[in-house]
């Protein structure tokens, strides 16, 4: 949670004020906090303390001043949370893998993740300025969101009020911009949030792969590291009617291969994530008891890769083909399409109970499946010119992917005494091709005193394989027809204390893991079941104010895994993270704030005769001004990983020495609201 998640208001003294006031400032900030409610747990709006399980609530404001730049950034940020750039996976408690989809994403409310990778990997990308809040779940959270909440839950709320400009230049050769514009009129409400973003990322140096050893390849050299981002979301209100339409779009290199073969050393944009949204809500209101929203969207996920290299001559050179190099090279796009459908209705027949219902209908089609390139994905057979290949030798199978989905939920919440209240969900889905599940949640909230609180919860989710894993056709990743869905079931305890000046949470978990799905790299690359995994640990957060300046903030988490069949742990994953920051406002026009993050080591897979990837620790400072000479105006500077500490993010033996990451990055701001 750290700084970034401090929920005190901006201040303004330019002095330590006396205890007096120092209290009644925080008084202040607690009721603000009090005021603040989410949805995200239980689909009805409470106070964020309230709810089920653990909610951590991130302001785009306050990310903003604290130097974030994307959502990937921020989810950083979260207790337990590790977001790793070199492989776009999103792990929470330790559950993570190469083909994710264990975190169920939304933006504003609209289900995010594809089928094709059930990632949903553009909306990290999305520039923080775009953001008024993120909203995040540790945990399973399928009793209400179905399908991929596995482990985890993340709604991303954009700014739909005001107006603005924003530009940004920094290292690498990075730059970005965007504005919002807002309009009302009458009962009509009308917003347009634009923003992007490119730049060629850093000289990352992959040191050797696995052709080095044999005198081929590229390796040593730089990754390719360019990358950009363009987004648009247009909201329309008018009463209890909402238009939704959202465009979001990421491109990268190749970074270190497709298959951890370093690519040739060019700065390129080689793979595109293109999302495109609609989605239409009516509200309806029969009567005071009953609120009934109806919904109605159209999705579409398109996948593609321009010359992507799978391995890089002269390690394939086929000397019976004189006029083919040796290099694989390919393109590919796949769209992922979805309709659906959704009624949710919320039913207070008495003071205190609250009874809610939910239906789901979803249909998912694979289209548009191409593969071209100087060799067969299904034969590994190389051609003289580059081929368009016919379906049968697609790098998925278009034929069988499809997909409809059926769910119905409903939750009951019941405030037994005042101080005590329960929540008890169950949520049934059919899938066409995978079977069903049944995901229940049980959880019980005790606020045991006026600044103390007690959590216990019970959950179960489920998740379907992605059409990747079942589908794939192709040289470099095998399919699985047979794979079994991925099923979890977690126990959390939880502890808040909370006063004017002094908020502190501690977590406790425990889960267990069936039938993980993972890709298996110990030959040649396929989709599997792992055994079953169990984590267990805790998380500490500590939000403190010592002054009407001064504010500091810190969490700690920490996890165990073991996987049930080897009695070894997870690899890649780190024990330890630890989050603290520091922020400081001795005058009202100006804050400087300190933030810092450190990861443990990590384990390595059982065989893996490496020494364990090392720890390391990042430190960033970021001043920012306001009313920078002209009402409305902010100037913002700030240095990422101030000492350039070696950063690396886990990788398996192909890549022996790991994946690097940025070093020191120098960055101005300017933002105009008017």
Known sequence: MIFLLSRFSPVHAQTDPPGEELAMAGFNDLLAVMAETTEIATRTRLNADFVPGMVTVLKGKELESQGVHTLKEALNLVPGVSFLSSTGVLSVRGVGAWSSGKVKLLLNGAPFNDTIFAQGKSLVELPIEMVERIEVIRGPGAAVYGEY?????????????????????????????????????????????????????????????????????????????????????????????????????????????????????????????????????????????????????????????????????????????????????????????????????????????????????????????????????????????????????????????????????????????????????????????????????IALVYRLADHHILKAQYGTAFRPPAFMEMYANNFVIRANPDIQPEKIRTYDLGYIYRDATLVGRITGFWTRMEDLISLDTTGHPYYTNKSDVSMRGYELELETKLSTTLKTSINLSHVTTEDQSTGHELAGVAPWIANLAVTHQPWPDFSLALSSRHVSRRHREAGDNRTELASDTTINLTGSVFNCGMSGLTCQSGVKNLFDADVREFASPSMPYDYPRNGRELWLKLAYDF
Do not use: C
Not at 218 to 237: D, H
Not at 250 to 278: A, H, I, K, Y
Not at 333 to 347: F, L, P, R, S, V
Not at 392 to 406: P, S, T, V, Y
């Open 149 to 441: 909440a596995l482990n985890g839950v993340v709604n991303v709320i954009t700014r739909q009020e005001g107006q603005r400009l924003h530009g940004r230049y920094g290292s690498f050769n990075t730059f970005a911009g965007g504005g919002l514009i807002s309009r009302e009129q009458g009962d009509w409400r009308i917003s347009l949030n634009l923003a992007g973003w490119n730049s060629d990322g850093d000289d990352l140096v992959a040191e050797a792969d696995n052709l080095t050893p044999l005198g081929l390849g590229f390796a040593p050299g730089l990754s390719n590291e360019k990358a950009a981002s363009r987004n648009a979301i247009l909201t329309v209100r008018h009463h209890q009617t909402e238009l939704l339409a959202q465009f979001i779009q990421s491109n990268q290199g190749d970074q270190f291969g497709l298959l951890t073969l370093l690519p040739p050393p060019e700065r390129r944009l080689v793979f595109e994530n293109q999302v495109g949204m609609l989605e239409l809500k009516q509200g309806v209101q029969p009567s005071t008891e009953l609120a009934i929203e109806l919904k109605a969207g159209w999705m579409q996920t398109i996948y593609s890769g321009d010359r992507a290299s799978y391995a890089p001559a002269p390690a394939f050179f086929d000397p019976a083909n004189p006029g083919v190099d040796g290099s694989r090279t390919g393109n590919f796009t796949a769209t992922d399409q979805k309709h659906y459908i959704g009624m949710t209705a919320d039913w207070k027949h008495f003071e205190h109970h609250l009874l809610s219902f939910g239906l789901d209908w979803s249909a998912i089609r694979l289209r548009d499946v191409h593969t071209s390139g100087n060799w067969d994905p299904v034969t590994d057979q190389a051609t003289a010119t580059v081929t368009e290949f016919p379906n049968a030798n697609n790098w998925l199978i278009e034929d069988l992917g499809r997909r409809k989905l059926f769910g119905v939920m409903i939750q009951d919440q019941w405030e037994i005494i005042p101080q005590l209240t329960s929540t008890l969900g169950l949520r049934y889905d059919h899938y066409s091709d995978v079977g069903e599940s049944l995901t229940p949640r």
